[in-house]
């Protein structure tokens, strides 16, 4: 394995905070009202359009509209409501010295996860950092790591990703390459396995380990 591939919510930072809080602003712009915070939690991972659409019943256009009200806060404050999670700046230095080329492949846009990488100091151990288009025309796991394999240059039986949720295994299978699940993040252990995790690690550490080994 030469190339590895990072989620960014929920794999490298914690974007709970700065996610529900951008989801809570959408949802006074529209006069609703605000659930407990578990329930909110299902917009970290796949894309906000379908999201809004799936859990709110809207329509394409107040979808649409949402993301970019959604938008609005993130860009201004949102953004940097994070922290990274124990262990994983060390895991992701640690795997660059070895000689692996590291990438971001993440569904959040690719202008906010460029952003946020350089804000944690971490845009020199990346060889590309990419994501979703502004425009939709790239937005599921799968377009965004086809679009890694295009851009980078990257082989798919060289690389791995690490991620958190169901959408990155699937994402993953659906681009014909191997995905470890992180429980630390935003999924359970079981939907990874099931969505077809070659692997669970509980910390960044244990992913360290497994690398070791392939």
């Excluded at 996610?19 to 407990?36: A, H, K, S």
């Amino acid at each position: 394995m030469k190339n590895i591939l990072f989620d960014l919510d929920g794999t490298i930072i914690n974007s709970e905070e700065g996610i529900t809080n951008c989801i809570r602003y959408v949802l006074d712009f529209w006069g609703m009202e605000q659930p407990p915070q578990e329930e909110l939690l299902c917009f970290i991972g796949p894309p906000l359009k379908e999201s809004f659409q799936k859990k709110y019943g809207f329509d394409e256009e107040k979808a649409i509209q949402s993301v970019v009200k959604y938008r609005e806060r993130f860009d201004r404050e949102g953004i940097f409501e994070c922290e990274l999670y124990a262990g994983v700046a060390e895991l992701i230095q640690e795997l660059h010295g070895k000689g692996y080329h590291l990438a971001v492949a993440s569904s959040k846009p690719e202008t906010a996860c460029q952003r946020i990488i350089e804000h944690f100091h971490l845009e020199t151990y990346f060889d590309g950092v990419y994501g979703a288009t502004l425009d939709g025309s790239i937005s599921t796991k799968k377009q965004v790591l086809e679009h890694v394999f295009k851009e980078n240059g990257m082989k798919r039986e060289d690389t791995i990703l690490i991620g958190d949720t169901k959408f990155d295994a699937i994402g993953a299978k659906e681009a014909e390459i191997p995905c470890i699940g992180v429980t630390y993040g935003f999924g359970t252990a079981e939907e990874l396995k099931k969505a077809g995790a070659v692997f669970i690690c509980d910390s960044a550490k244990e992913v360290a380990d497994y690398i070791e080994t392939l």
